[in-house]
């Protein structure tokens, strides 16, 4: 059940939800006059990422491949009702797309890059479990001070793993001011370091932004750096969305933005480290 989308106050914003009760998130769920506030941010006008609003002259083809938008959900057929999709995992307390550029899934990729956090002898450091810690490029974002995954939004006709290289680049790397030179190294060992990838997750994100009519999903991926010769040695710069960028131990007292918790609860334990 998603919550952190159904805290009351939306990002960047003074909008407010509608706040009900857990039982009341699904839509097979009935609520007497269930009308929360409509909401699309100012920031979507005239951007050629974002759709326009519902209204003639729009019709786009749900649950489908729209041109070269993927309007198809990782979860299954989703609902449209007047004229709008409905959030598949029930209620938000708000409408619209809020700062989302499409109507029904807004598709995202996060790279879960790891490495072994080790001493000066180049061993690995162990946690109260007994177990090695894992560490993680994590970025913290600007909108919220939370920290996060270098992730960002799949561009209209765009594969995943283009997605999950560039965001990496700019976000962890500051590839958008860094120099030609620079970044054409970086890429000769981001690229072949991204061809060996593990999913972690593929669906719905609780995310902060999701409105009853437009929400995230991802796909997430892991791509460890074992002995930290490759990625897991890069000088971290943060770039683009990120205020702040570093190599994070994984616990689970980590709070991060969105359901990233989950996914790096999950890498901790495919790769036997502390948790």
């Known amino acids: 059940m998603h919550v952190k989308c159904r805290i009351i106050n939306y990002p960047l914003s003074e909008i407010k939800r509608v706040v009900f009760p857990d039982k009341f998130v699904p839509w097979f769920v009935n609520i007497e006059d269930y009308n929360p506030p409509y909401y699309d941010s100012k920031c979507l006008e005239n951007k050629p990422w974002a759709d326009p609003p519902i209204g003639p002259g ?6 489908e491949l729209d041109g070269n938008i993927n309007r198809k959900s990782y979860i299954g057929i989703y609902e449209i009702r007047n004229g709008r ?3 598949p995992c029930g209620r938000t307390g708000l409408q619209g797309r809020g700062l989302l550029g499409k109507w029904g899934p807004n598709h995202a990729a996060d790279p879960i890059v790891t ?9 690995k450091i162990f946690g109260s479990s007994n177990l090695p810690i894992l560490q993680f490029c994590a970025i913290q974002r600007r ?3 939370q ?27 500051n590839s958008l001011e860094a ?30 932004r999701n409105t009853d009519n437009a929400w995230i999903e991802t796909i ?9 010769t490759h990625v897991g040695k890069f000088n971290l710069k943060a770039g683009d969305d990120a205020g702040d960028v570093r190599w994070l131990d994984i616990d689970k007292d980590l709070n991060l933005y969105a359901s990233h918790s989950t996914f790096i609860e999950t890498v901790a334990r495919n790769l036997k480290a502390h948790w």
């Open 147 to 173: 920290w996060a995954l270098p992730g960002g939004m799949v561009d209209p006709g765009e594969k995943v793993s283009e997605t999950l290289k560039r965001e990496f680049m700019e976000e962890a790397l």
């Open 220 to 228: 997430a991926m892991n791509f460890h750096d074992e002995d930290c």
């Open 115 to 123: 490495r072994w956090k080790m001493n000066d002898h180049k061993s």
């Open 58 to 63: 729009f019709n786009p083809n749900w649950n």
């Open 179 to 208: 120099s030609k030179k620079q970044n054409e190294e970086n890429e000769k060992l981001i690229t072949d370091f991204f061809l060996r990838g593990t999913e972690v997750y593929k669906g719905y994100v609780d995310d902060p």
């Open 143 to 145: 909108d919220c001070g």
């Open 85 to 87: 999709p409905l959030n």
